[in-house]
């Protein structure tokens, strides 16, 4: 059965975020009926990872079998059409090795955050950017973010009701910088805690404004404590925007021995953010 690797867009502002859910849209919903009305298969696909309502994507990543192989570019160009009228599209479509997972071959997610940072209501950038009326300070921000960068305990910037059995993660990088009106904040990491990178935003915000320093930053964490958190950030200003994984010869391997792949790929918890 041949396992295709989709790289998924959508704007996420009709959807009550990537999960099938029984109360509203959802990104793997509109996908999987793309999948029926093309293919007649009824099919359950993985992502790489769960954005909330409200979060875009511009590089997510899942993963479908199909019963019959088919070329890959008809797999993209059917998916396109039955995808519509939705606001999602698969930019690419790839036959994967055996043994790739979207989720569980993942080695990095990246996301990206944008601040609408000018007085003016927002017209066109409305629902896909946080309108923040306030001169921020980027240089202040990026510098503050480095406090974030490594092995922490983020209990302080996690959703009380994240599911993840540890808060520690490791972030490989975090950036912040102004392009014109707009300030961008960048990071990535092997996985996210629930609302963890809107929590961090929105803790930064206050750098920006000057309200905070770079030690309120370092107590917040050290604190481990929801209430040392700065307000989140809405999702309008979310984009989950690259998924990167490991090589195909080590899914392979991993693949012959199930109860090793199980223990080299817990991954506690890979969602929004």
Known sequence: ?????????YDGRPFCGWQRQANGPSVQAVIERAVKAFSGEVVTIGGAGRT????????????????????????????????QPDPVVILDAEEMHEGFDARFSAIRRSYRYRIHNRLPPLTHQLGLAWHVKTDLDADAMHRAAQEFVGHHDFTTFRHTRCQAKSPEKTLEEFRVYRDGEFVI???SSRSFLHNQVRSMVGTLKLVGEG???????????AARDRKACGPVAPADGLYLTRVDYRAAELDIELKKDWQARKAALAVEDDGEV
Not at 60 to 77: I, N, R, Y
Not at 211 to 221: C, N, S
Request: proline share 4%; charged share 20%; net charge neutral.
């Open 52 to 83: 909330d309502t409200g979060v875009h994507a511009t590089g997510q990543v899942c993963h479908v079998d199909l019963a019959k192989s088919w070329p890959a570019k008809t797999v993209m160009g059917a998916m396109n059409f039955h995808c």
């Open 185 to 187: 904040a960048e990071c």
């Open 211 to 221: 309200k905070w320093g770079e030690g309120d930053i370092t107590r917040a964490l």
């Open 1 to 9: 059965m041949p396992r295709y690797k989709l790289t998924v867009e």
